[in-house]
Each structure stands twice: as C-alpha cells, then as structure tokens.
C-alpha cells in the first residue's frame, strides 16, 4: 500500500524529508513513525496508518515531495502485496465488474483510436516500468489534485507551468477527466504573456541582464506560497486603506508600571515583561468586539462573522513570514497574551507550529514599529477582511486645550480593509475604537 505525502494545511503544497526513522525490509506496525517532513510553514513526524514490510522509499533526505506523491510502500500484512506479473488483458465485461480505480491506479486499456499525442508517459501508474524521465516526474511532483477535484499527470502540469497555462481553466480529456499533456498543448496562456498572474517569465527576466553578474535564488516553499497567496490576494480583493495617528503616552506609562510591578524569583528575574505588542494585540481585540460587524472574513459567497477575536500576528522568519493566531483575545490577560505569542513565535522560526496554530483567524496584525518604519499598508492575509499595520513610536508636537504646543508619544497605524466585507464607514468605526482603547488604555481591560 502507498504511504502518501499529507496535506498539512490548504495552502501546503509540498514538503521536504528531513529524517527517516525507518529504512527498506524494516517490519511496520501501526502507529510507528515513518519519517518527518518539513513544510514552509512547520514539521511533523508522520505516522504509519498500516502495519507490514517496508519495500521502498522513494524519497531520501532533502528531496522535496509534492502533497499525494508516494512517499514510500509499505507491503504484506495490513499493507499491498508484492507487485504481481503483468495481468492478460481483461474481457471488457470482467471490466465493468471489477472495484472502482482512483484516477492515480487507472490503467487505460488500448484503443485504436485514441490520440497519438497521449501516450503512457502522461501517467502516473504504480507497479509500471516506466523511463527514467517519467519516473522522476513521479518521484518529485506524484499524481497531483487539482482544487476543483480533478487530476493533472506531472508531465501536463510541468508543461501548464513552462507555458503559463493555467490549469484551473483546463477540461482533462484523460480517464477519469485527469488533465493529459495533449489538453495543454491546445490551451492558450493567461492573457498578458505573464502566465498565471506571476509577471515575466524567468527566460525574460533573465534575457534583461544578460552579460550583468549576479546570483540566482531558487524559490523555497515558503517563498512560494507567499508570492502565489500575496499575487491572488492583491489582485482579488478589493484593499481600501484608513489611516490615524494615536497617543500611546497612556499605554506605554501602563506598560513600565505593570513592568516594574512584575514578580521576581531569587535570581532577580521578572515573572513577565510586556511588550508595546501585547498591547495592541489586547486593543485590537477589543476593538473587535466593539464592533462585531467588522470581525468577520469573506467567505466566496457570504460572510462569516464571529462571537470571539482570534487574532493573527505576523512573525518574521528567515526568508519569509507566518502568521500565528492568538484565540479568544479579548478573554485574555496582558500576561497570558505575552506568554502566548512568544511562545508561538519560538515555535513558529522552529516550524514547529501545528497548522491549527496558524490557520484561520479573523483578523491580523503586523508590527514593524521595532524596524524604525513610520507607517506602511499591509496586504490582507485571505481569507480575513482586515489586517492592522503599525509603525514606529515617535514624540511628535500637537496643539494643546490652551492654544500651545506640546510633544507627545505617536504612533501610526494603517488598517487596510477588504470592502467586500467591511466598507469606509464601518473600517472607520472599527478604528476609531482601537485608537480609543489604545489612548484609553484601561478600557480595554475591564
């Protein structure tokens, strides 16, 4: 029986083996972990699900499989059992007779009519001898499913990749409707030349320096999905943009008392120490809830709006960004906050995070106040309807009650909204509130 590589979350598209607990002839019991893979986002060890006798790995250590690729074969008891001589071609009603095949298993019987530019190499059958090209093809892309159910053979989506096709579009001519070679090869590009909504092609680009010395850096998993999730997210939903400046004198006062009140051990250690972040996490939940119509997330074709404030803070990691989600916000203490997201952030730069940990949410926040940046637009993380973006505090001068002029602790904050859902009056509501809660800061404690 195969043992496929998991989805570990909706937009994981691949994973990378990172260990093997196991090696070929090794006995498998259920329950017995197999090997651990690593995704842009988090690792796990995966688990064996039948028992019997581990007959071949087809992945070794650093090589990158795809979501439904064959990872490895497990064979006897509890699993398939040793691969069988060639079958006589089957009588067409001992055919019709025999158990469904997924489109991954299927074995086309030969037809004298069928299109000379389908052949065997479109593919993906277990147990075949195939070529050494179509081999590898399997090894690293595997039978992929595409989002509408369907399947698309390796050699189809390889060519839809070099040509900019987008399969999503493609109607498979294959058995069971999978996508062959041939269907792409009558498809048009995306219009524009720039394929899948990705810009200029890498032969492109490179043509523009020719000559010029430079270094080319292949794309990681997390680099990928974030382009591809980012493109689509900027281009289908409908971003506005509201912008205020807030007084923090208040919170950051709250902030050193509640600080230098902080239990300490024998070691002189605090028992916590709260971050200007903690803060805004707290206000946002509160704001939130202040005004629930805006807590919601567009959902194709209704909104879903919630009871809690399950925020997502974004945590920068090397060559890329995952954004983590705080539950019930709004039921939580300053002190609880802290401890949780520096948690998760450790976890998170450790691809440890479970993806329960990181789906989801109803909206998010990304701070990069502690970079010196005054204010910048975030692009929303679908499928959420807000995304808070904060900068740098700074003193500025503002006038006062009687008529001078003073300095003051400021900090901008810019909330880009999904219109879809939340539409200018309502994305100012929401936050005129944070800017109450944040100015005001008790409030959003009580």
Known sequence: MDVLMPQLGETVAEGKIVKWFVKAGDTIKPGDNLFEIETDKTSMEVPATFGGTLTDINFQIGEVAKVGAVVAVIAGEGGAAAPAPAAKPVAPAAAQAAPAMSPAAYVPPASPNAPSSTSTRDFAYPNMTLDREVRTAERNYGPAKLASGGFITPLARRLASERGIDVSRLSGSGPHGRIVAGDVEKAQPASGGGGMATGASFAQVKALYEGVDHVEVPLDGMRATIAKRLVEAKQTIPHFYLTADIEIGRLMAMREEAN??????????????????????????????????????????????????????????????????????????????????????????????????YQGGASAISNLGMYGVREFSAIINPPHATILAVGASRRAPVEAEDGSVKFVSVMTATLSCDHRVVDGALGAELLAAFKDFVETPVTALI
Request: hydrophobic share 50%; charged share 30%; glycine share 6%.
């Open 260 to 357: 230098k009140a902080a239990p300490k051990d024998k070691d002189g250690n605090a028992a916590f120490k709260l971050s200007l972040n903690d803060f805004i996490i707290k206000a946002w939940a509160a704001a939130l809830q202040r005004i629930p119509a805006a807590n919601a997330v567009w959902a194709g074709d209704r909104i879903l709006r919630f009871t809690h404030s399950d925020i997502g803070v974004a945590v920068a990691l090397d060559g890329g960004l995952i954004t983590p989600v705080i539950r019930n916000a709004e039921q939580k203490s300053l002190t609880a906050i802290s401890a949780e997201i520096r948690d998760l952030a450790e976890r998170a730069r450790a691809k440890k995070l479970k993806a329960s940990e």
